[in-house]
């Protein structure tokens, strides 16, 4: 008889055990072992004693709680947030910012020396603000029949609850002070229980609000935020179920679109346009790129998953030439403007799907002696073996998921290049998000 395998759950064994944490991974979890089985337990620091809980158990590890903490640690710190443990924003607010960051070097260097065989020392992290660091966010809603009033918030973790924010610390002051506010007025508009969700954002040039409606809006209810922008002096764009975008009112101050500069380069976006939400970092961040291509007059520098342009330009302003390429058309339409805005000639964009086969695109066959690339967490398998055939002196490769980078790492260290530098970037302060940059040269003896 054919016996079949199952693959369920192990059933959790409900004791309490009491361990002691050794170290803390990258998501904000204490690592303890227990009778050769590792554990990774939820709001636990290194050092302290608890007792736990198994919540999940596998072959070769379980997931905790505590039940009863019986130490403290001194890197555990009071959450400056009142949601924390129930929003699904931020994770780790009870750990000191040095062991969140110490974590996840620790994560990006076991990752590479894992799978290269190489060890990697990181250099400092690039840190900045640990609140008040966010210039956008976007916020669910969901109206409550029984309270017959609409929740703005963030989810749960891994939960489709919706967490009523009343403040938001990570949230740039602009931001955070128009959450009571923005709920108040989405309260009062006849389409309350029709409402997808807002968006904030923070530019140079003032806050935009970005409303995602259900259903279209009677006239009544664009009067309604019409008269809030004002008195805040908002701009506010509408979102209808097409994902068409209307500018429903500029602010008293402004009426052109929202930017933000960097490195001497001004940069308009879209509201629904991508952009980093952690300014300062990434102005440093740009900067460290910047000085890691060791930019010169005569260079040819291709830029992939380019976006609107956040290094393109800036690139731009050093080099005879650069080219951006990016999947979403709107975000090369956005770019070009943004080159024809700071008049740099030298700088042009193409649309391109980077996971195809990129070799017969005319700009594949420019001559580049260096590369820059900015992939979204799926990394770029797709284009790696492009730029090893591209001979690049320098390539700087920006990660939002260390996994892929070191994956990808590992075709340029087998084609004659060398690991110079990795550096970790606190974009997201209490957060689980580990985004990092590294650069390689190429080995010209071989």
């Known amino acids: 008889m054919v016996q079949f395998y199952s693959c369920r759950q192990r059933k959790v064994k409900p004791d309490n055990l009491t361990v002691i944490a050794e170290s803390l991974d990258a998501q904000g979890q204490g690592v303890a072992h227990y009778q050769g089985k590792t554990i990774f337990i939820t709001n636990l620091l290194p050092g302290e004693q608890a007792q736990i809980q198994l919540t999940e158990e596998k072959r070769q590890f379980a997931k905790a709680k505590v039940s009863k903490r019986l130490t403290d640690s001194l890197d555990r710190v009071a959450p400056f947030c009142r949601h924390f443990g129930i929003c699904g924003g931020c994770q780790q607010?009870?750990?000191?910012?040095?062991?969140?960051?110490?974590?996840?070097?620790?994560?990006?260097?076991?990752?590479?020396?894992?799978?290269?065989?190489?060890?990697?020392?990181?250099?400092?992290?690039?840190?900045?603000?640990?609140?008040?660091?966010?210039?956008?966010?976007?916020?669910?809603?969901?109206?409550?029949?029984?309270?017959?009033?609409?929740?703005?918030?963030?989810?749960?973790?891994?939960?489709?609850?919706?967490?009523?924010?009343?403040?938001?610390?990570?949230?740039?002051?602009?931001?955070?002070?128009?959450?009571?506010?923005?709920?108040?007025?989405?309260?009062?508009?006849?389409?309350?229980?029709?409402?997808?969700?807002?968006?904030?954002?923070?530019?140079?040039?003032?806050?935009?609000?970005?409303?995602?409606?259900?259903?279209?809006?009677?006239?009544?209810?664009?009067?309604?935020?019409?008269?809030?922008?004002?008195?805040?002096?908002?701009?506010?764009?509408?979102v209808d179920n097409s994902a068409k975008q209307l500018k429903l009112v500029s602010s008293a101050s402004n009426d052109s679109d929202p930017y933000y500069s960097i490195e001497n380069v001004k940069l308009t976006f879209d509201p629904q346009n991508f952009i980093q939400v952690n300014p300062e970092i990434?102005?440093?961040?740009?900067?460290?790129?910047?000085?890691?291509?060791?930019?010169?007059?005569?260079?040819?520098?291709?830029?992939?998953?380019?976006?609107?342009?956040?290094?393109?330009?800036?690139?731009?302003?050093?080099?005879?030439?650069?080219?951006?390429?990016?999947?979403?058309?709107?975000?090369?339409?956005?770019?070009?403007?943004?080159?024809?805005?700071?008049?740099?000639?030298?700088?042009?964009?193409?649309?391109?799907?980077?996971?195809?086969?990129?070799?017969?695109?005319?700009?594949?066959?420019?001559?580049?002696?260096?590369?820059?690339?900015?992939?979204?967490?799926?990394?770029?398998?797709?284009?790696m073996s492009h730029i090893i055939k591209l001979k690049p002196e320098r390539v700087v490769y920006i990660s939002c998921n260390p996994t892929t980078l070191v994956k990808d790492s590992k075709q340029l260290l087998t084609a004659s290049y060398q690991l110079m530098s990795v550096r970790m970037l606190d974009m997201f302060p209490h957060t689980s998000h580990l985004e990092s940059m590294a650069l390689f040269c190429r080995d010209s003896s071989k």
Request: with cysteine.
């Open 93 to 238: 607010q009870h750990v000191t910012p040095t062991l969140q960051r110490a974590a996840k070097v620790s994560r990006l260097e076991y990752l590479f020396q894992c799978e290269t065989g190489r060890a990697v020392k990181s250099l400092p992290v690039i840190a900045g603000s640990e609140y008040g660091y966010r210039r956008r966010a976007r916020f669910g809603l969901h109206y409550q029949h029984a309270e017959r009033r609409l929740r703005m918030g963030f989810r749960q973790n891994q939960s489709n609850v919706l967490v009523e924010l009343k403040m938001c610390p990570v949230l740039q002051p602009e931001l955070e002070k128009l959450l009571l506010p923005v709920a108040d007025c989405l309260n009062k508009l006849a389409a309350v229980k029709h409402l997808g969700h807002v968006e904030l954002v923070n530019a140079d040039n003032g806050v935009s609000v970005i409303l995602r409606h259900l259903k279209p809006l009677a006239t009544d209810d664009k009067m309604l935020l019409t008269a809030f922008a004002r008195s805040y002096n908002l701009n506010v764009y509408l």
């Open 282 to 383: 990434n102005k440093k961040m740009v900067a460290q790129a910047l000085d890691w291509l060791a930019l010169e007059p005569k260079d040819r520098v291709l830029d992939l998953f380019c976006g609107m342009g956040n290094f393109t330009l800036p690139i731009a302003c050093h080099v005879h030439s650069v080219v951006g390429v990016e999947g979403v058309t709107e975000l090369v339409a956005q770019g070009r403007y943004n080159a024809s805005l700071n008049r740099l000639t030298n700088a042009e964009f193409y649309q391109a799907d980077l996971e195809l086969a990129i070799d017969c695109q005319p700009w594949a066959k420019m001559g580049f002696n260096k590369i820059l690339l900015d992939p979204a967490r799926a990394g770029a398998i797709g284009v």
